[in-house]
């Protein structure tokens, strides 16, 4: 908050805390939006439809914190379901969202909110999870946290998927199908070719662009 000719102005700001599957994005999220309250701010917590493994309107950790929450559909709905008066957004699961949400962020941002979202920065192959890389990229404060390899104990920034067979993208579970591994343990289905795949596509399409 800054003060300009005697009236406070809020300054809005994009917070993404990230990591792999049990590193504790959910706990952190839910003690920041916490501290928020304690401060009297209005806070407005989010989180989407398609994530209901615990509970259809509540946001819960691993740990079994939990915080009422708001399920949405899109991303566009939050920029509908949001009050004037709200100076805290708290996004969780933020991974599923379409890419319009860079979008939803940045116009609450400039109205003076405070954003904060959770989530997977890659999926079970080690790639971006949907609009993440973006939303990486346009955050003032980014802060990429660890789980525990299951295997070893060392900190784990992967989530491994135990049946790789499964091989869509969004397949939502808990420790009966993921668990968290560190680099040397994660062990990815079809070694690093999708991580390839991935990179090959981006390359082609910015050559794509230079031909324009
Ligand atoms: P996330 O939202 O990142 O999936 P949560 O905030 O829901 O994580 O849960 C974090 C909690 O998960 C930890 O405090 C711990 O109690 C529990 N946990 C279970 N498995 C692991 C693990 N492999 N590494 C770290 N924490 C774990
Ligand atoms: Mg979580």
Known sequence: MSFFGGSPIFSGSI????????????????????????????????????DNRYHETEVVSHSSL???ATPVNSSVEILQKVFDSTRVVAIDEVQFF??????VVEKLARRGVRVIMAGLDQDFKGVP???????????????KIHAICTLCGAPATKTFRKN???????????????????????DFFGEDQDQLAFFVNLNSASDKSQNL
């Open 98 to 103: 379409d890419e319009n949400i860079t979008v």
């Open 66 to 68: 939990s915080i009422e």
């Open 164 to 186: 790789p067979k499964n091989s869509e993208q969004v397949l939502v579970g808990e420790t009966d199908l993921y668990e968290a591994r560190c680099r040397s343990h994660a």
């Open 15 to 50: 917070e993404v805390v990230c990591g792999p599957m049990f590193s504790g994005k959910t706990e952190e999220l839910i003690r920041r939006v916490k501290r928020a309250q304690i401060a009297r701010q209005k806070v407005q917590i989010f989180k989407p439809a398609i």
């Open 129 to 143: 999870f949907g609009p993440m890389a973006s939303l990486l990229a346009i955050a003032d404060s980014v802060d």
